[in-house]
């Protein structure tokens, strides 16, 4: 499947944008003010004025503005998207064009951050981690029940806790709470 184009979204979303009540006259006019002092090549002093025109209702210039940056080319409605990101997020979040490019298994500029919260660590850590974890494990099995065959390696069990943090100590108690009553 062809990657969508901000175009493409921008023909989509249209009328998702200009439904009543999607986007308030002040986020309209935030969202013109942004495209026309960081880039006055896609809006020009001109077509902000026109677009922030008060005597024209809200839903023809968004109509008009949409029109315009459609006509502009890829740029300027990915800048509008930008945009629309920084001054109307929770509105942004649920563009149909956003839930298309979700379910086609698509990536997105800014849906990169999930993964990063998820790894962040890195794969060092969680190899170092699971090795740790399954190094305890082997040594709680191969251990024997008899504490006078290796009583250096119970002890040292038991006061690891100290040295490992509280959220793995809990679990490690639980499990040497009966071996350490015969210490």
Partial sequence: MTEQTYCDRLVQDTPFLTGLGRLSEQQVDRIILQLNRYYPQILSNKD????????????????DLLGHLQRSGERDCQEFYRALY????????????????????????????????????????????????????????????????????????????????????RFLLAFLTDDLGGL
């Fill in 48 to 63: 902000a004025e026109k677009f922030r025109n008060p005597k024209v209702s809200l839903r023809v210039r968004l109509c």
């Fill in 86 to 169: 920084i001054h109307a997020q929770p509105l942004h979040s649920c563009l149909p064009s956003r839930h298309a490019l979700q379910n086609s298994d698509c990536t997105e500029l800014d849906s990169g951050t999930a993964s990063r919260e998820l790894s962040d660590r890195g794969p060092m850590a969680f190899l170092t981690c699971l090795g740790l974890a399954a190094g305890l494990a082997l040594l709680l099995y191969c251990c024997p029940p008899d504490p006078k065959v290796l009583p250096g390696a119970r002890r040292v069990l038991g006061f690891s806790p100290v040295i490992v943090d509280r959220h793995v100590s």
